[in-house]
Structure formats: structure tokens, C-alpha cells
């Protein structure tokens, strides 16, 4: 999609903000499902990790894989409220136009080394399987920053957006009430 029409989809879907939980409610009452691709590895995956509320472990567990440290081949568990914020953008992208959102994973779990090694945070909740440095296929990351922003998914998260990295963002599940959004 260009920027464009994806500008004019989000407009839309701003305008009517009250439709967003609707489908994010309704996605989990079926399944709540992941478009991943690893740009690193060259992974992809497309998985259901809940159905009707329960966690469907195979799944899970192949995400858990997807999201695991690359570098050092290390698999972590991943927060389940961090895949439910992703699968509710997804559900909301959907609604805004974007056909069949995928979230290219930059990073997501990092051993103590790789967190060292790229900078992150010394408490980076990389370390905790709850953070991802992501894009989403076709959608520009400072769109979907503000747009994220303004449909309130900031909820009980931590969101950064780097103009220096324009090609991806960081968000983090760190707890409910407890909303960090920084711009560097
Ligand atoms: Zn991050």
C-alpha cells in the first residue's frame, strides 16, 4: 500500500476509533493469530496462539522459537500480554485497510550478551521476553507510531520510535497503569 492511500485508511479509522475494541474483542473470542517474519533468518510464520481464550502451546511455542535471541540461537517464554497488544494492532490495521498486516520481528527475546552487545538498556525488557523492535510490512513506522498513539494501544506499554532507526519501533508489555512513550 503507498503512504498515501495508508495516510487516508488511518484517517478513516481514526474517525471512528470506537469500532477498534470491537474488533480486537471479537478477534479474541475465535483465536488470536501472528503474521511473523524474521528478516534476520528469514523465518515466517503465521500461527493461531489462542483459541476461544486458551493458549494453544504448539502455536505458542513456535512463536516463542520465532522470537527467541537469533544471534546467540537462545528461545525465551514471550509475555503473552505483548502478543495480545500485536495481535489487537493487527486486528486494528486490519480495519484500517492493511491487508493481512505481518510484523517483520527485528528483536524480540535477547540473551544478557546480545543486549550488551547492541546497547540495549541494562533492565531492557528484551531480557524479560517482553519487548519487540519491530515493522509492520508495507506501513510506515512513524504512521503507525502516532497512529498507535492515538488509537490509545499505548495502555500498559512502553513505545519508542527512533528518528536515527526510521525502519522500525520498540514496544514492550511492561505493566498495566505503567505507560512510557519516548521519541529519540
Ligand atoms: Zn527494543
Redesign the pocket.
Known sequence: MDRRLFLKTMATTLAIPVALPTAVDANAATGRWLNLVRPQSGEKLSVIYKRNGQLDKVGYHKVCALMRDVKADQTSVIDLRLLDILDGIRAALVQAGVKNPTFMV??AFRTWQTNREVG?ALQ???LKGQ???FHVKDVPTDVLFKWMQQVKFHEGV?M?YYAGSPN?????SRQVGRTVIWEG
Do not use: N, T, V
Open positions: 527485528h528483536s540495549g531492557s525488557y528484551h519487548a519487540i523492535d512502553g519508542g522500525w519501533m520498540h514496544l514492550d
